[in-house]
């Protein structure tokens, strides 16, 4: 059983930046496709990120250029999410997801997801 466990949430002022960390534990190597995905309050959860395991990734286009992600397979699997220049749209919980599939047959449908962790971007 794969757990994800999100880190590194907390309020921010517009403008400034924040470092979310994800960590995978219990079979972490089956790992196909890693993801950051959002949600804001009263909306649906939606895609910010997602990495497949050669290394390509998907991102959202409102965070393009903002927004950039590492992945460091000797830190036990954790998958790291740099947000600079926040908007307050960008206020929401942030989830990490997983999946064993390669992420064409995995997106939409992630089988894994961490507990979340608030983001609140102040005006």
């Known amino acids: 059983q794969v757990q994800l466990v999100e880190s590194g949430g907390g309020s921010v002022k517009a403008g400034g930046s924040l470092r979310l960390s994800c960590t995978a534990s219990g079979l972490p190597y089956v790992l196909q496709c890693l993801g950051w995905f959002r949600q804001a309050p009263g909306k649906e959860r939606e895609e910010v990120i997602i990495?497949?395991?050669?290394?390509?990734?998907?991102i959202f286009d409102s965070v393009k250029g903002r927004f950039t992600f590492s992945k460091d397979n000797r830190k036990s699997n954790t998958l790291s999410l740099q947000m600079n220049s926040l908007k307050p749209d960008d206020t929401g919980i942030y989830y990490c997801a997983a999946d064993r599939r390669r992420c064409a047959q995995a997106r939409g449908r992630f089988n894994y997801w961490g507990q979340g962790t608030q983001v609140p971007v102040a005006s």
């Open positions: 990495i497949d395991r050669d290394g390509s990734a998907t």
